[in-house]
């Protein structure tokens, strides 16, 4: 069964520095999305993407975040100068027609801002 | 916020089949219910879906109540490997995200 697969599983950084998290989400989907989980808490929407575009982001996405489909593959997420409460698992997740298709979710980056 | 209300936990025997139930007493006509479940740290894992009518796939059974304010997951024959953090979804046909509650943790027990 295909699924959406996220690299790397766990990253390490310092506070500060930029950080690029990759999903490949499962390929005949057109919408793309990033979630957040801080240890213990809720799963957060973050983001939405669709051709090329964010359709819906939070009040969490704020100017740090920025997100890109940089080739016909991939998804990223790139936070540019990382704070101590980005610390969390980060799960992208993946839809076809927008509709009401379900939302497909990888396994997670779990990111550690020291 | 998330618009379901569950119970923060259930216990189910091994074997025996559980019955997630879910309020969402507030959906309005285009919103569909969902649930997922999260294994441990995992990502979320899509279950099923539903507008009104009852739903079955391979995993799990979904029931709907006709005046669409509650639903029930059921899982028929629960295993060990389905203790998890089960969550009951509301979302609208064309929305974008979802808003993820504090969900129902089901205890499977040998």
């Known amino acids: 069964e295909p699924e959406v697969t996220q690299t790397p599983s766990h990253q390490v950084t310092q506070m500060g520095q930029e950080v690029i998290l990759r999903c490949v989400p499962i390929?005949?989907?057109?919408?793309f999305y990033w979630y957040r989980q801080i240890l213990g808490q809720k799963v957060e929407f973050l983001v939405s993407?669709?051709?090329?575009?964010?359709?819906?982001k939070s009040e969490i996405f704020d100017d740090q975040f920025s997100v890109e489909r940089p080739d016909g593959s991939n998804f990223t997420l790139k936070i540019r100068s990382t704070k101590l409460e980005d610390s969390a698992m980060y799960f992208c997740?993946?839809?076809?027609?927008?509709?009401?298709?379900?939302?497909?979710f990888g396994d997670g980056t779990r990111l550690s801002i020291l | 916020d998330a618009k379901t209300t569950q119970p923060p936990s259930m216990d189910c025997a091994e074997g025996r089949a559980a019955n997630l139930p879910c309020n969402h007493s507030?959906?309005?006509?285009?919103?569909?219910v969902y649930w997922y479940r999260q294994i441990h740290s995992q990502g979320p894992q899509y279950i099923i879906h539903?507008?009104?009518n009852n739903e079955t796939n391979e995993m799990a059974s979904l029931i709907i109540t006709e005046d669409r304010k509650s639903s029930t997951l059921i899982l028929p024959h629960a295993t060990l490997r389905d203790t998890a953090v089960y969550y009951c979804i509301v979302r609208e046909t064309g929305g974008f995200k979802t808003i993820f509650g504090a969900g129902t943790r089901l205890f499977v027990k040998a």
């Open positions: 390929s005949n989907h057109l919408y």
């Open positions: 993407f669709y051709n090329n575009e964010i359709s819906e």
């Open positions: 507030t959906i309005s006509g285009n919103e569909y």
């Open positions: 997740a993946s839809s076809e027609i927008l509709q009401n298709q379900p939302q497909h």
């Open positions: 539903g507008l009104k």
